[in-house]
């Protein structure tokens, strides 16, 4: 089943931050920006793991996540409903990963800052168009 | 701040500064344009995740409200008090300092005027702040539009969390806690 289409390719550029929504087996949410969201497939993502350790956790023990990533030239937004599948410390995945996010970190002066220590693989359950970060106002003020 | 605090005495005006939940450090991200989300979750606590325009920390320094965004695919009403249960992730864009709130919703309610003029001011200086970021069209695009529809939301919070990337990410602030005073609390009907 294809649940994502390639108009959302733009949004996982990482132009503008992806949000990451997670829970604990408690019922603790918690969010976090995160630095990559990486088209695997038609079903499949990964999110770079660095240093978050609740969302880490969280994601272990409670396998649900929802992500918001950003079109950059049109605003629009997407929620990805995921589920934790794997996580790959080394091979071709990692290895791309890692090559963008050291380019991620020159640029925001976080080179010291950002180390990859994993990618996150999660399988994609749904999409969902949430409209634009920011709506057109109404004609004539808000 | 607690009742009684500020007031004058014999000794001297009485403090209760470390009684205050939400540093001041959080406080002043609140006061520049900053970007917002808050994450809940449903009965089955599956994460859903709303954008915010603005949070204003009150008084009491205990509770937020916090401006949630009304969009397409998802009810935000009914996400916010699903369970109650919420996490605001709220930074400074230009410097990349970043807090967690989290917390519990205790009133959903339509924004007022003023809060929609507080709202547009700050709006106004994320245009700014994006035009030193992204291309010209984008800003343009920023400047024509709002968070808006949106629905304010207060919220008690019981935890803060640095969520700056560096080594201190993930380190609890709560101002209680530093002062010696009661650890964050669960709140109300949360069933953790």
């Given at each position: 089943m294809t649940v994502m289409t390639e108009e959302l390719k733009p949004a996982m550029q990482g132009y503008i931050p992806a949000v990451l929504a997670t829970c604990s087996k408690d019922g603790e949410p918690n969010a976090t920006i995160v630095s990559q969201v990486v088209w695997v497939d038609d079903e499949h993502v990964a999110l770079s793991f660095q240093f978050f350790n609740k969302t880490?956790?969280?994601?272990?023990?409670?396998?649900?996540?929802?992500?918001?990533?950003?079109?950059?030239?049109?605003?629009?937004?997407w929620s990805l409903d995921l589920r934790y599948d794997h996580s790959e410390t080394e091979g071709p995945l990692f290895d791309a990963m890692d090559m963008q996010l050291q380019a991620i970190a020159s640029m925001t002066g976080m080179a010291d800052v950002f180390k990859l220590k994993a990618s996150d693989v999660y399988f994609v359950e749904a999409v969902t168009h949430r409209g634009r970060y920011f709506e057109p106002l109404p004609e004539g003020g808000s | 701040m607690e009742a009684g605090c500020g007031r004058a005495s014999a000794a001297g005006t009485v403090l209760c500064v470390a009684?205050?939940?939400?540093?001041?450090?959080?406080?002043?991200?609140?006061m520049t344009p900053h970007v917002t989300t808050i994450a809940t979750r449903d009965?089955?606590?599956?994460?859903?995740?709303?954008?915010?325009?603005?949070?204003?920390?009150?008084?009491?320094?205990?509770?937020?409200?916090?401006?949630?965004?009304?969009?397409?695919?998802?009810?935000?009403?009914?996400?916010?008090?699903?369970?109650?249960?919420?996490?605001?992730?709220?930074?400074?864009?230009?410097?990349?300092?970043?807090?967690q709130l989290k917390g519990t919703v205790t009133d959903l309610r339509a924004m007022t005027d003023a809060e929609r003029a507080h709202q547009d001011a700050l709006h106004s200086q994320l245009a700014d702040l994006f035009a030193m970021m992204f291309p010209p069209e984008l800003v343009a695009m920023a400047r024509r539009s709002s968070y808006r529809p949106a629905v304010a939301a207060t919220i008690r919070v019981d935890s803060i969390f640095v969520q700056t990337p560096g080594p201190g990410a993930g380190a609890s602030i709560t101002a209680a806690e530093g002062a010696g005073a009661t650890a964050p609390r669960a709140a109300e009907g949360d069933p953790r």
């Open positions: 880490i956790r969280n994601v272990r023990e409670n396998p649900y996540a929802s992500v918001l990533i950003t079109h950059p030239s049109t605003l629009e937004c | 009684t205050q939940l939400i540093p001041d450090s959080v406080v002043a991200v609140t009965d089955k606590n599956r994460p859903s995740m709303c954008l915010v325009g603005f949070v204003r920390i009150e008084d009491d320094r205990e509770h937020v409200t916090c401006f949630v965004t009304e969009r397409p695919g998802g009810d935000t009403r009914t996400m916010l008090t699903a369970s109650r249960r919420v996490a605001l992730s709220m930074g400074n864009p230009a410097t990349n300092e970043n807090y």
